[in-house]
């Protein structure tokens, strides 16, 4: 079992100290306990993902998202029973709970049995010029930079099938050779490598036009320079069960206006506030596409994926938004570069 201790939160603390016990722990769950250490609800990232769509900030109080309807297990119950609890509820993490209710552990579906394997294709663009890493990039792609002594793109695809993805079409256009040579046909990582040349830039989504046929299921598209501890698998799900036609991984972003910001009505000044927090959420450059998105996407044509959602959008398609709340980082620049450096042996070890 992970370091469960990690994930334990009181109903007071704020919905960014969940954050924090989710992505500690690395169990997918945060426990809500009293200062006994019973147990009093449990919040997953789909719960905090729901109460930040639903307007909540960061700093409300966990208490604000917590499930107090929740499914347990004793410590002493057989590897079978959890098995069966799991199935039965439908839920991938169980607390393992003593006579008093205080919890003693947490056990994932996942540790039990390994991700399902998934016949979804998933798509890493790997072709972009990575302009602002220069001059690492004069004779270096991007997707091939080490971070942690590994390159990012080798990253990228171990998280992809560390959730159960085997199938990958690489799209390539700077260097590619360079990318093809060492990646390879995919058989030494135990997976399946295609790749798509773009012998002029096409854009994030444009790229796609050049896939020998269209998926008969929705697929996974994540840029080459971004590192994250994403559930892949998760943001799939979520996808079909929304229905939708496309879905765009999002981050909160939060930056802090240095000045007081002056409300008026009819030019009488009605409220200040000082220096206040800005919450937003920002393309994360990762998403989930239905076949259907790709009618949309003209062969030879430069877009990118803003592009392709406006024009989803525009004809009434189900598009839909996923927060992503585990470790995300844009490897885009030399200062990028250093924090997921830092990070690395921490995040990925």
């Known amino acids: 079992m992970k370091d469960w201790k990690k994930a334990l939160v009181s109903p007071e603390d704020s919905i960014f100290t969940a954050l924090g016990a989710l992505d500690a722990a690395a169990l997918r769950i945060a426990l809500v306990v009293d200062p006994e250490e019973r147990l009093l609800g449990v919040v997953t990232d789909g719960d905090i993902r729901r109460g930040l769509l639903r307007g909540l900030s960061l700093d409300s109080p966990v208490s604000g998202v917590m499930?107090?309807?929740?499914?347990?297990?004793?410590?002493?119950?057989?590897?079978?029973d959890l098995l069966k609890i799991m199935r039965e509820h439908d839920v991938q993490q169980l607390p393992l709970l003593d006579s008093q209710g205080r919890v003693l552990g947490v056990r994932r579906f996942s540790e039990i049995m390994g991700a399902p394997a998934r016949?979804?294709?998933?798509?890493?663009?790997?072709?972009?010029?990575?302009?602002?890493l220069r001059p690492l990039t004069d004779s270096c792609p991007k997707p091939l930079l080490p971070v942690g002594g590994r390159p990012v793109i080798e990253t990228i695809?171990?998280?992809l099938m560390r959730c159960g993805f085997r199938n990958f079409y690489i799209s390539v256009n700077y260097l590619a050779d360079m990318i093809i040579k060492h990646l390879g046909d995919g058989v030494r990582f135990g997976a399946r490598f295609e790749y798509l040349r773009e012998h002029e830039r096409l854009g994030t989504a444009g790229a796609l036009g050049l896939m020998p046929h269209v998926p008969d299921q929705p697929f996974v598209v994540t840029n080459g320079d971004i590192l994250t501890r994403l559930n892949f698998g998760a943001m799939l799900d979520f996808h079909n069960l929304n229905g939708a036609c496309a879905t765009m991984g999002v981050r909160e972003y939060q930056y802090q206006v240095p000045y007081g910001v002056i409300h008026t009505e009819g030019g009488r000044l009605v409220d200040i506030q000082e220096k206040p927090t800005q919450h937003h959420f920002v393309n994360a450059g990762i998403y989930v596409l239905s076949p259907e998105a790709l009618e949309f996407v003209r062969p030879n044509v430069y877009l990118d994926m803003p592009g392709l959602f406006t024009e989803l959008t525009r004809n009434h398609k189900n598009a839909a938004v996923y927060p992503i709340l585990d470790y995300w980082s844009d490897i885009g620049s030399p200062e990028d570069l250093r924090k997921a450096e830092e990070a690395y042996p921490e995040v990925f070890a």
Do not use: H, K, P, Y
């Open 119 to 132: 016949s979804n294709w998933a798509v890493v663009m790997a072709g972009g010029l990575g302009t602002r």
């Open 157 to 159: 695809i171990a998280q």
């Open 67 to 80: 499930r107090r309807e929740f499914v347990s297990a004793r410590a002493e119950d057989s590897v079978a």
